[in-house]
């Protein structure tokens, strides 16, 4: 049930790209607002899907997000608990990303 909104691929310098994702919990949700602030954030890519966070393996829009991502590009979210839903998954993701040489904005908080 994923969704993909857009498929800009503006970038930013050479190959670095902002690379949006949004994720509801469910089906009755809507995500635009997520959409919209990610797109004021100028993500080049939006992700989107409605899916429970609480395990990634049924997230298939972010599994595809994760495996279009290239090293320098930069993963945007609202908030962290967009990213996942546990207090582990945040830190593997993250560490992730850090292997294949992107990075992790949120919106909602500071880092």
Request: charged share 20%; with cysteine.
């Amino acid at each position: 049930m994923g969704f993909t909104f857009i498929s800009l691929t503006f970038k930013y310098g050479a190959n670095i790209m902002r690379v949006g994702y949004a994720r509801v919990s469910s089906k009755n949700q809507d995500h635009e607002g997520q959409v919209e602030a990610l797109q004021a954030a100028g993500c080049g890519r939006l992700d989107a899907e409605k899916a429970s966070g609480k395990l990634v393996s049924v997230r298939p829009q972010f599994g595809r997000m994760l495996k279009a991502l290239q090293p320098g590009d930069t993963v945007v979210g609202t908030k962290l608990g967009r990213l996942a839903r546990s207090s582990r998954d945040p830190h593997n993701i993250i560490g992730q990303l850090q292997e294949f040489g992107c990075g992790f904005v949120s919106l909602g908080e500071a880092w």
